[in-house]
């Protein structure tokens, strides 16, 4: 037998029957950096002119876009120069490579990496999360270090 829970009362719509809570106010007061560094720290917004949180922004993003780049760089060599020389081994009959134990060990890894992937995803999410709320709370900053990043990559 099925009971059925009674309609919910009519309510007034009345301004008096309900207090109005300001929450930027209460969002201003209550960042996670006020735990972390104190009550005097707060957004880029809050503390630099527009010019300076650009110029910031801009000269971090070149430096770690310069960096991202040599390292990058750097990485693509020795990766790269390990393959050829592998391949020059190979062919000189100096190595011999099992491509039945390389591709079983390949496969084997992606399904480890695959459910360390599944494991870590809400984990990610909440990072994610978090540097969103960073960026569009730092949104000057953020973009002079995009556009800087992108002319250290170049650079």
Same mark, same amino acid.
């Given at each position: 037998m099925a009971t059925r829970?009674?309609?919910p009362p009519d309510y007034e719509s009345d301004d008096d029957s309900y207090e109005v809570l300001d929450l930027t106010e209460y969002a201003r007061r209550h960042h996670w950096w006020n735990r972390v560094f104190g009550h005097r &720290?707060?957004?880029? /917004? =809050?503390?630099? &002119? /527009?010019a300076t949180q650009i110029v910031m922004g801009g000269v971090t993003g070149w430096?770690?876009?310069f960096l991202f780049q040599k390292v990058g760089k750097l990485a693509a060599t020795a990766v790269g120069? +390990? $393959?050829? *020389? *592998?391949q020059v081994a190979s062919h000189s009959g100096y190595v011999q490579i099992d491509w039945n134990?390389? =591709?079983k060990d390949v496969n084997k890894a992606k399904r480890q990496i695959k459910k360390r992937a599944n494991k870590a995803a809400p984990e990610i999410n909440n990072i994610i999360e978090e540097a969103t709320e960073f960026i569009k709370q730092n949104i000057v900053i953020s973009s002079g270090f995009v556009? +800087? $990043?992108? *002319? +250290? *990559?170049a650079s």
């Open positions: 829970n009674p309609p &720290s707060g957004p880029m /917004v =809050e503390k630099y &002119s /527009v430096c770690a876009g120069g +390990g $393959f050829l *020389l *592998l134990r390389v =591709e556009g +800087g $990043f992108l *002319l +250290g *990559l």
